[in-house]
């Protein structure tokens, strides 16, 4: 097996893995109590939550296309780096707001996601490139959303 056709072979069982294991994933849970007393920066409305999420789909649909190539260019290495964040810019705008009511799962998670985006997008400078991580932010669109996540409906 060539070493293209293997790291292709690995970057779609990476995304498989990732989808694989957030679903069995310990998610963190803010107490009823504490949620009361949380006070973000401002307040979103579902119609800016979800042009916000639309944007972020648009470039982790970008991402993953760069990552199911067969090999990844120098020039895709870049722009998986520029994909990673752009996405990281408006996770770390989403958390600033209050979006409990309109996106509760959104809202837990949003900390361990601006994480993983953060590593993925180290991991994806280093040399060698690591773009495991960087998988699971694509796939991470698809757990919740499904397949088509990039579609705007």
């Given at each position: 097996?060539?070493?293209?056709?293997?790291?292709?072979?690995?970057?779609?069982?990476?995304?498989?893995?990732?989808?694989?294991?957030?679903?069995?994933?310990?998610?963190?849970?803010?107490?009823?109590?504490?949620?009361?007393?949380?006070?973000?920066?401002?307040?979103?409305?579902?119609?800016?939550?979800?042009?916000?999420?639309?944007?972020?789909?648009?470039?982790?649909?970008?991402?993953?296309?760069?990552?199911?190539?067969?090999?990844?260019?120098?020039?895709?290495?870049?722009?998986?780096?520029?994909?990673?964040?752009?996405?990281?810019?408006?996770?770390r705008?989403?958390s600033?707001?209050?979006?409990?009511?309109?996106?509760?799962?959104?809202?837990?998670?949003?900390?361990?996601?601006?994480?993983?985006?953060?590593?993925?997008?180290?991991?994806?400078?280093?040399?060698?490139?690591n773009?495991?991580?960087?998988?699971?932010?694509?796939?991470?669109?698809?757990?919740?959303?499904?397949?088509?996540?990039?579609?705007?409906?």
């Amino acid at each position: 097996m060539s070493g293209a056709r293997l790291a292709r072979l690995f970057a779609l069982a990476a995304v498989a893995a990732s989808l694989a294991a957030c679903g069995f994933r310990n998610v963190e849970r803010v107490p009823p109590q504490e949620a009361d007393t949380l006070k973000p920066e401002s307040s979103i409305t579902n119609a800016q939550l979800r042009d916000r999420m639309r944007i972020m789909a648009a470039h982790a649909s970008r991402l993953e296309k760069i990552l199911r190539q067969p090999t990844v260019s120098a020039a895709d290495r870049k722009e998986v780096i520029v994909e990673i964040g752009a996405i990281d810019e408006i996770a770390r705008g989403l958390s600033q707001e209050d979006a409990r009511t309109v996106h509760p799962v959104l809202w837990k998670n949003i900390d361990r996601f601006r994480e993983d985006v953060a590593n993925a997008k180290l991991d994806a400078e280093k040399d060698p490139p690591n773009f495991f991580l960087a998988g699971t932010i694509a796939g991470s669109c698809s757990y919740c959303h499904g397949p088509d996540f990039g579609k705007v409906h």
